[in-house]
Nanobody, 120 residues
Framework: VQLQASGGGLVQPGGSLRLSCAAS????????MGWYRQAPGKQRELVAF???????NYVDSVKGRFTISRDHAKNTVYLQMNSLEPEDTAVYYC???????????????WGQGTLVTVSS
C-alpha cells in the first residue's frame, strides 16, 4: 500500500492550496482518512479526518478555513485550505486506516509528507 500526497507549495497569507492524497495497492476497504501536520520544532498534530460515512472533524485552529473531502472511487482524500496563515506552515502528512485483502485488522498507513509554506 502506498499513499502519495501532492499539492504543497509556497503561498502568501490569505491564499489557498489544495492537497491530495491517493492510496493505492491491494486495498480492500478504507475506514477513515486524514491529514496531520508537523511544524518545525513542534509535535505532529491531527488537522482533519473524514470517515467512510463522510463524517468530518477538524482541529479548532482550521475550522471554517479548511475542508476535507474524499473520493471513494479513487481512494483519494483532499484538503482544501483557504485563508492560509503563516501558522499553517508545516509538512502535511496524509493518513489512512485501511484493510488489504486478507487482513483481519485495520492498519494505519502514512504518506510521505508535502511541505506547505505560508509567507509573504
Amino acid at each position: 500500500v502506498q499513499l502519495q500526497a501532492s499539492g504543497g507549495g509556497l503561498v502568501q497569507p490569505g491564499g489557498s492550496l489544495r492537497l491530495s492524497c491517493a492510496a493505492s495497492g491491494n486495498i480492500f476497504s478504507i475506514n477513515y482518512m486524514g491529514w496531520y501536520r508537523q511544524a518545525p520544532g513542534k509535535q505532529r498534530e491531527l488537522v482533519a479526518f473524514i470517515t467512510s460515512g463522510g463524517s468530518t472533524n477538524y482541529v479548532d485552529s482550521v475550522k471554517g478555513r479548511f475542508t476535507i473531502s474524499r473520493d471513494h472511487a479513487k481512494n483519494t482524500v483532499y484538503l482544501q485550505m483557504n485563508s492560509l496563515e503563516p501558522e499553517d506552515t508545516a509538512v502535511y502528512y496524509c493518513n489512512a486506516n485501511l484493510k488489504t485483502y486478507g487482513d483481519t485488522w485495520w492498519t494505519s498507513y502514512w504518506g510521505q509528507g508535502t511541505l506547505v509554506t505560508v509567507s509573504s
